[in-house]
T-cell receptor, first 112, second 115 residues
Framework: GESVGLHLPTLSVQEGDNSIINCAYS??????FIWYKQESGKGPQFIID?????DKRQGQRVTVLLNKTVKHLSLQIAATQPGDSAVYFC???????????FGAGTRLAVHP | KAGVTQTPRYLIKTRGQQVTLSCSPI?????VSWYQQTPGQGLQFLFE???????NKGNFPGRFSGRQFSNSRSEMNVSTLELGDSALYLC??????????????FGEGSRLTVL
């Protein structure tokens, strides 16, 4: 498949382990944050979002943590599965419009 | 419910030519955004349209333009193509209204190669 990014940081985990992907965002005025997953040859797929009035949000097997003090976002994936292998992007937005600023991405490699 | 549809999926052009890419949003979505994805620069915002009006624009030269039709379908055009325009162009639609952000649903992209 096509390469999303040639020199992305890679997180390698064993199947069944928990994964934590980190992201530093740039704009202290950002009020909406999203995590996307992108598999080879496909467009980004929404995973979970969080607004700036929250510091934690949970979904199915995923949790997003937001630390506005240090402008840091993390995505936790519980019991990581081979199907979770992909590139993960954080994105930020401010001002109520759909103009997202994406991070560089992290490649997650899940080994059996 | 059909997802975001982008056409063509792949195309090859030469420098100096122009290209038009098409995006059909999810039914009922009025917001359409365009992004450029390259290995070097990552995902970068091009522009967003809502109800046929461009309401946000990224930092791309004027060679990049877009429009939205009354049925919410959108096109983007790149004129005088350069080698550096080779990229995956992604369209995303959203149910968001005038003042809200909302979940973006991305298409699979149009991969443009400029020779």
């Amino acid at each position: 498949g096509e390469s999303v990014g040639l020199h992305l940081p890679t997180l390698s985990v064993q199947e069944g382990d928990n994964s934590i992907i980190n992201c530093a965002y740039s704009n202290s005025a950002s009020d909406y944050f999203i995590w996307y997953k992108q598999e080879s040859g496909k467009g980004p797929q929404f995973i979970i979002d969080i607004r700036s009035n929250m510091d934690k949000r949970q979904g199915q097997r995923v949790t997003v943590l937001l630390n506005k003090t240090v402008k840091h976002l993390s995505l936790q994936i519980a019991a990581t599965q081979p199907g979770d292998s992909a590139v993960y992007f954080c994105a930020e937005s401010s001002g109520g419009y759909n103009k997202l600023i994406f991070g560089a991405g992290t490649r997650l490699a899940v080994h059996p | 419910k059909a997802g975001v549809t982008q056409t063509p999926r792949y195309l090859i052009k030469t420098r100096g030519q122009q290209v038009t890419l098409s995006c059909s949003p999810i039914s009922g979505h009025r917001s359409v955004s365009w992004y450029q994805q390259t290995p070097g620069q990552g995902l970068q915002f091009l522009f967003e349209y809502f109800s046929e009006t461009q309401r946000n624009k990224g930092n791309f030269p004027g060679r990049f333009s877009g429009r939205q039709f009354s049925n919410s379908r959108s096109e983007m055009n790149v004129s005088t193509l350069e080698l550096g325009d080779s990229a995956l162009y992604l369209c995303a639609s959203s149910l968001a209204g005038r003042l809200n952000t909302g979940e973006l649903f991305f298409g699979e992209g149009s991969r443009l190669t400029v020779l």
